[in-house]
Each structure stands twice: as structure tokens, then as C-alpha cells.
């Protein structure tokens, strides 16, 4: 059973993540350090209010990956980007599902972070997120 409810998937609804990276070694109870924000961006108004602007979008960054992980991981999103179900934690604790678009570390990154048959602080971007 699964310790925590963060969950991947091309369709809804997506299969937590524990279990989806279990075949690749990933150990029970590690989870992405996930960042979840409110809109894309933020604007300080004259009032000195704040406002958000535009879709959720939160952040996945994992500790460590190792290269079957990836590659798990890969599946999900087979190129730059793509459209997936993810289940995260917001602010105030709870676990919601949206519809996403995950974006891929880029290359320079993943060439940056490769570390003895290792990824280490690996970030995926899920923008656009629309809870489902």
C-alpha cells in the first residue's frame, strides 16, 4: 500500500507514484518535495493588493532518480511535454488531481544533474493545471 497520494498518469485516474516507480527501485515513501502555486504569476497592484494571474501550476522536484526511474517516468511524458493526470499536494495539505501539462527538465539540466548512473534534484513542471 502506498504511503503517500501523489499520483502520474495519461489518464484519469493516474497511478500513484509510488507504485508507478516501484519497478524501477524507487524506495517506499519517497516522494517529489512538491511546490504547488495558485496562478502563473503574480502582480503587485497599486493598491498593494496582490493578484494572480492565469492557470495553477505546481513543481516536482525529486531528491534523486535513478536512470530507471527516468525512464519510468519517460513513459509518462515521451517528449519535451505532454498532457497528464497528476494528483499533488496543495497549500493547505490536501491532494487534488488536475489536468496538466509536464514539462521535461531540459537537456543541460539533465546532463548537470547525472551523477553516478544517477539524477540528483531533477524538477518537473506541471503548467496549465486544471483540477479534474
Known amino acids: 500500500m502506498a504511503a503517500y497520494s501523489y499520483a502520474l498518469g495519461t489518464s484519469n485516474p493516474p497511478t ?7 519497478s524501477s527501485g524507487y524506495p517506499r515513501g519517497t516522494v517529489p518535495r512538491g511546490r504547488f502555486y495558485e496562478a502563473a504569476t503574480f502582480l503587485d497592484q497599486a493598491d ?6 492565469g492557470s495553477p501550476y505546481f513543481i516536482w522536484p525529486f531528491d534523486v532518480l535513478t536512470q530507471a526511474m527516468v525512464n519510468t ?11 497528464v493526470y497528476a494528483t499533488t499536494r ?4 490536501t491532494f487534488v488531481t488536475y489536468q496538466a501539462v509536464m514539462v521535461w527538465p531540459a537537456q543541460d ?16 513542471t506541471f503548467r496549465r493545471a486544471q483540477v479534474v
Not at 500513484?16 to 516501484?22: F, I, K, P
Not at 517516468?73 to 498532457?83: E, Q
Open 16 to 22: 500513484n507514484l509510488e507504485t508507478l516507480l516501484a
Open 73 to 83: 517516468l519517460r513513459t509518462i511524458c515521451p517528449g519535451y511535454s505532454a498532457t
Open 109 to 124: 539540466q539533465m546532463d548537470k544533474r547525472q551523477m553516478g548512473g544517477k539524477y540528483v534534484g531533477l524538477e518537473f
Open 48 to 53: 498593494g493588493q496582490v493578484s494572480g494571474q
Open 90 to 93: 496543495k497549500t493547505d495539505g
